[in-house]
């Protein structure tokens, strides 16, 4: 046959993408009366600074006060904005980075303008000794780090009140989530997985915490590790589990070259959202990281045709390969008639025409072969090869309760091929509806289709189910 160029076009063209938001960090504001007494909020903790830090307390107060409300600063602050803008709307590379830019230069000239307020600042961190101390400028740092768009010092006061001591447990775990937001914000991966893992042991569980903990990792080229953290956050989740995690964790895996991990994200992904273009990403991800030979092959594209999730040509002509029309001409007929019905392929092309003359030529003979080939398999002395060519040939022809039954017998054969046997009588089953006995197959089966039955049994489950929003 002629080898088909179309072959060389890749089926992943998809751009998926977990987008993490840090979201707005709040804070309670130091609750301290001028003589020192704690008239703090019920959740916010009673304070006793020392003499030199209360001394600057008022001071600082002040001046933060005052400075919010200073033209020079509202018109620094009115440039930031405008500046974020300018990157949020960017539409290009080079036009992010020209906006980063201008967006950087704001918040530079942003931080001068607070630089009296910043120096008194330094001041008062300077004379914290006691942990009343740290929890006091904390709360100090935070409020001039908003004030000044400045991350980085809204990071260090969360981190310092967070590591007073003077927090209730849960309290910290807030803190510390916002300290690991900003630092993933600030692209530092690691400071950011110190804090949310801190988070996560305090008890904290909003904000998609989890997620974000693996793709500090994922984001810092520790994509194994991120997987697995990301894996148990969807078990956690169970059926809630969102889709933008699945298709991230299965992107993931993908580029890493991580197969298993792809089975597991993309057998999850169209057991919770069996939409075709998550079949056609996880069949494809699939084909492209396990390189099964054509024989194997087969019974993945086969997937891909019940779930009708082709993408392009090459997905048509790669089945009709796999099949070969001179050994299944019956079904190789009808990935060509889907092909051509889906104007994927062209009746005018020369692979196709030749695969369809001999697919043809040779379909009348086949079907007539069928009763004598179930007779030799049923025979006592039949092989596990002649028992497994009759049981394909009628799972060829969509007769699947005969080839269901010749699975088993093959099944019982001395030498068979197990995992390629299990497979086609889970599908066979599958295609009967015997949705609870094609999963038990699928679950037996091992090695390299292991995946591939993962995923047949995903869709086995989705047969009874109602279809997906």
Do not use: H
Not at 113 to 141: H, I, R
Not at 358 to 372: F, Y
Request: avoid cysteine; charged fraction near 20%.
């Amino acid at each position: 046959m002629i080898r088909s160029t179309t072959l060389s076009r890749s089926a992943l063209g998809l751009a998926l993408a977990l987008g993490v938001a840090a979201g707005a960090v709040v804070t309670a504001s130091p609750a301290l009366a001028k003589d020192k007494a704690a008239a703090a909020a019920p959740s916010q903790p009673k304070i006793a600074p020392s003499k030199p830090v209360m001394a600057l307390y008022n001071p600082l107060k002040t001046a933060l006060d005052n400075a919010a409300k200073r033209p020079d600063v509202v018109n620094a602050r009115a440039a930031v904005a405008t500046a974020a803008n300018a990157v949020n709307s960017a539409t290009t590379k080079s036009a992010r980075a020209t906006a980063r830019t201008g967006y950087d230069a704001a918040v530079k000239a942003l931080g001068d303008t607070l630089a009296p307020e910043k120096a008194q600042l330094d001041q008062m961190g300077a004379a914290a000794t006691t942990p009343d101390d740290k929890y006091v400028y904390g709360q100090f740092a935070f409020q001039l780090g908003k004030l000044g768009e400045d991350k980085a010092l809204q990071r260090k006061g969360l981190a310092t009140a967070a590591e007073s001591g003077k927090l209730a447990p849960d309290v910290a775990a807030e803190y510390n989530f916002f300290v690991g937001a900003l630092s993933y914000d600030m692209l530092d991966f690691a400071t950011a997985r110190t804090a949310l893992q801190a988070a996560i042991n305090g008890g904290y569980n909003k904000n998609d915490v989890d997620s974000m903990l693996a793709e500090a990792y994922i984001n810092d080229n520790q994509p194994a590790e991120g997987l697995k953290i990301l894996q148990a956050a969807i078990a956690k989740q169970g059926k809630a589990a969102p889709q933008d995690w699945l298709r991230r964790g299965e992107v993931v895996a993908y580029n890493a070259k991580l197969l298993d991990q792809a089975a597991y994200f993309g057998s999850q992904l169209v057991a919770a959202y069996p939409s075709t273009q998550n079949w056609g990403l996880s069949i494809a991800v699939l084909r492209d990281l396990a390189r099964y030979p054509s024989q194997d092959m087969v019974d993945l594209l086969r997937l891909m045709d019940r779930t009708k999730s082709y993408m392009e040509a090459r997905d048509y002509v790669e089945f009709i390969q796999a099949t070969d029309p001179r050994r299944s001409p019956g079904e190789t007929m009808k990935i060509i008639n889907a092909g051509l019905a889906a104007g994927k392929l062209s009746a005018s092309d020369v692979f196709v025409t030749e695969a369809k003359n001999i697919a043809s030529g040779r379909l009348a003979q086949d079907k007539a072969s069928l009763p004598g080939l179930e007779r030799d398999a049923r025979a006592p002395g039949a092989t596990p090869v002649i028992v497994m060519a009759a049981a394909d040939a009628f799972l060829s022809y969509d007769d699947a309760a005969k080839a269901a039954d010749l699975f088993q017998l093959a099944l019982t054969k001395p030498g068979v091929d197990t995992a390629k046997a299990l497979t086609r009588l889970g599908i066979a089953q599958t295609d009967l509806g015997q949705i609870a006995a094609a999963q038990a197959t699928f679950a037996k089966v091992s090695g390299a289709r292991k995946p591939m039955a993962q995923l047949w049994s995903a869709y086995a489950g989705t047969k009874g189910a109602p279809a997906a929003p």
